[in-house]
């Protein structure tokens, strides 16, 4: 029976969060730790230093990744609690400019005035603050910040991502060995495109046609670099 308690359960804007920090986990993983390797590759005769490179790389990547991510995420939770802070303090000491506030928002969401002002007041008699943060500041459960939760999903992402370009190199021929990152990591590019896709309830072309564009574009210079700078090791 659908209820307004699990209307939402089945909706795509509940995994919002996690999802883009899963996302951008693994396609940095797999881009960066592929042109990692295909630059090293191009100046590289042997496997040792690929693999050196492409594991110290991962490791960088993933803790770089997850620090990155709390700290961002952190950052936005502290401006959110910030304004609390100052909701709470307006609630208290102008209740009368605050409802009128809401009772606008209302009315400009398409309410009568009558109706927009009896909304506010009624809603403000049941939680003022919990219908201001949500109304006047935007911040609700779905779309608020998570540090934790993005650190992990983003650094967990971009070491799965990296390892798939690490499986390649450890056992694809080390003669044309950035042929083998390309073509593979094109592939891995395809795969989490559609997955992400799929997730989040997107267009799956258009996400595997983004993906593989931009992985390309980061592959290509990375090898460039290392044919132009690159010493045969």
């Known amino acids: 029976m659908i209820t307004i308690d699990n209307y939402l359960d089945n909706h795509y804007i509940h995994r919002s969060n996690w999802l883009r920090a899963a996302v951008l986990g ?16 191009a100046a590289s005769s042997t496997r040792e230093p690929i693999v050196l490179a492409t594991v110290a790389g ?3 990547g993933a803790l770089s990744m997850a620090a990155g991510e709390y700290v961002s995420v952190s950052s936005q939770t502290d401006t959110e609690k910030a304004d609390i802070e100052r909701e709470i303090k307006e609630l208290r000491e102008m209740p009368k400019e605050e409802l009128n506030i809401l009772a606008q928002i209302y009315e400009k969401r398409g309410l009568k005035k009558e109706t927009a002002m009896q909304v506010a ?3 403000t ?3 003022a603050l919990g219908t201001h943060i949500r109304d006047e500041l935007g911040i609700n459960e779905i779309s608020q910040a998570n540090p934790i939760q993005a650190a992990l999903a983003s650094g967990t992402a971009f070491t799965v991502g990296g390892v798939l ?3 390649v190199i450890l056992f694809a021929p080390v003669k044309g060995m950035e042929y083998w990152l390309y073509g593979s990591t094109i592939v891995f590019l395809i795969i989490l495109g ?5 997730t989040g309830g997107s267009s799956i072309p ?3 046609l983004r993906i593989t564009i931009w992985g390309t574009i980061a592959m290509g210079l990375s090898a460039l670099v290392g044919y132009i700078f690159g010493v045969r090791v």
């Open 58 to 60: 991962l490791v960088a």
């Open 125 to 127: 008699e049941k939680d």
């Open 206 to 208: 258009k996400a595997i």
């Open 165 to 167: 370009p690490l499986l």
């Open 26 to 41: 693994a396609n940095d993983g797999i881009i960066s730790i592929s042109s990692l390797a295909i630059g090293v590759a």
């Open 194 to 198: 559609a997955l992400a896709a799929k």
């Open 121 to 123: 007041i009624e809603l």
